[in-house]
């Protein structure tokens, strides 16, 4: 995986996925390019974590939903690194009522365009560099059991934005494998993050139970019985961005303990 270029979006943040998938690379040798919100937690703290691993790491402010700065992704990645071997869209948000008369248009333009038209912009961006290299590309899309199975509790347009994510996934495998690009999608389960503690709260108030008590009811859903640590999707990505999955596209991988998507 040495001398190879990721870029992963949304990958600042603490106790997010994208920050675990941005070590799990720096550590497999990947130079990273960490892509997030102008202000975002952790954003000015990340590279120096990254380089402690011998790679080397850099910053770009983005919002997903603006082509100009994708654009500017692109450009910067291009023009420090000379390639784009893997991307990694992981940016996305969770929004909205699990009671479905409750959502709002806000919650439904964000979902999608965050969720959805941030990765297809990305991909968009990204697809030519990766055209160009004799090496393709691999790009892997963070999704949700929610896009393989509708789960009680998750709101209607976070469940048809990852549905949607899964879809776009296996078009483009289609489309780009005899470009030598693999495109395939990760749906995590339950997994300790800042979103996660949101869906907590939410199951809590739904069934008029603590936190703890929370925790312990999706945890009982799930067969290895304990929600994980967001290095599990790191190591997931790790192995579908390098060669021992090289005969693998146009997958939707679940990362979740075996536990059910649902219906």
């Known amino acids: 995986m040495t001398n190879k270029t990721a870029i992963i979006t949304g ?56 082509k100009n700065d994708i654009k500017k992704v692109i450009n910067d990645t291009m023009e420090i690194f000379g390639s784009i071997d893997i991307l990694v869209n992981n940016a996305g948000v969770g929004l909205g009522s699990a009671n479905f008369l409750e959502l709002t248009d806000n919650d439904w333009n964000l979902s999608l365009a965050i969720n959805l038209k941030g990765i297809a912009d990305f991909c968009q961006a990204a697809i030519p560099q990766m055209l160009e290299q004799e090496s393709g590309g691999c790009i892997v899309n963070i999704a949700s059991l929610a896009g393989l199975g509708a789960i009680e509790d998750i709101p209607a347009c976070y469940t048809a934005s990852k549905f ?34 949101t869906t907590l709260g939410m199951i809590a108030q739904e069934h008029n139970i603590s936190l703890e008590d929370a925790q312990k009811l999706e945890d009982s859903n799930i067969p290895l019985g304990y929600t994980a640590e967001p290095s599990v999707v790191g190591d997931a990505v790790v192995y579908l961005s390098s060669d021992a999955s090289r005969y693998i596209t146009g997958v939707a991988m679940p990362v979740s303990g075996g536990m059910s998507p649902g219906l």
């Open 164 to 197: 949607a994510v899964v879809g776009l996934t296996k078009q483009l495998a289609v489309q780009y494998a005899k470009n030598g690009i693999r495109v395939n999608a990760i749906c995590p389960g339950s997994i300790h993050t800042q979103m996660h503690e």
């Open 11 to 66: 990958a600042s943040h603490p106790k997010g996925i994208g920050r675990a998938i941005a070590v799990a690379l720096a550590k497999s040798g990947v130079n990273v390019v960490v892509v997030d919100l102008k202000g975002a937690a952790g954003l000015n703290t990340v590279v120096d974590e990254l380089a402690s691993y011998g790679v080397t790491a850099h910053t770009v402010v983005c919002d997903v939903t603006d």
